[in-house]
């Protein structure tokens, strides 16, 4: 079983920064791509940021310069470091990841549970 967990999330003033963070666990053999996803009200869920695994990277283009996403492919873990946060950002933030398991072989997507931000004065 795969688990995805996510932290970081939390209150934060217009221009203030948060780092958002996911580890995945469980019967891993590989992670191809990492990303995160954001769901306000009202609104579908969008990519913010994604990483292969060999580092390279994609953003929404709300985000980019502001949004660093990063992984440790030896610890299964990706982050995502929010700058110069906007209302506009508020919203649940999920964690995704393109797996390999190990038994039986399978590759599938999974999602961490998310986690609020709220940009607000």
């Known amino acids: 079983q795969v688990q995805l967990v996510e932290s970081g999330g939390g209150l934060v003033q217009p221009g203030g920064s948060l780092r958002l963070s996911c580890a995945a666990s469980g019967s891993i053999f590989s992670i191809n791509a990492m990303g995160w996803y954001r769901q306000a009200p009202g609104k579908q869920r969008e990519l913010v940021a994604g990483?292969?695994?060999?580092?390279?990277?994609n953003y929404a283009d709300s985000v980019k310069g502001r949004f660093t996403i990063s992984r440790d492919n030896a610890k299964n873990t990706v982050s995502l470091q929010m700058n110069s946060l906007k209302s506009e950002d508020t919203a649940v933030y999920y964690c995704?990841?393109?797996?390999?398991?190990?038994?039986?072989?399978?590759?599938?997507?999974?999602w961490g549970q998310g986690t609020q931000v709220t940009v607000t004065s």
């Open positions: 995704n990841a393109d797996l390999t398991t190990m038994s039986p072989p399978k590759t599938s997507d999974y």
């Open positions: 990483i292969t695994n060999g580092g390279s990277t």
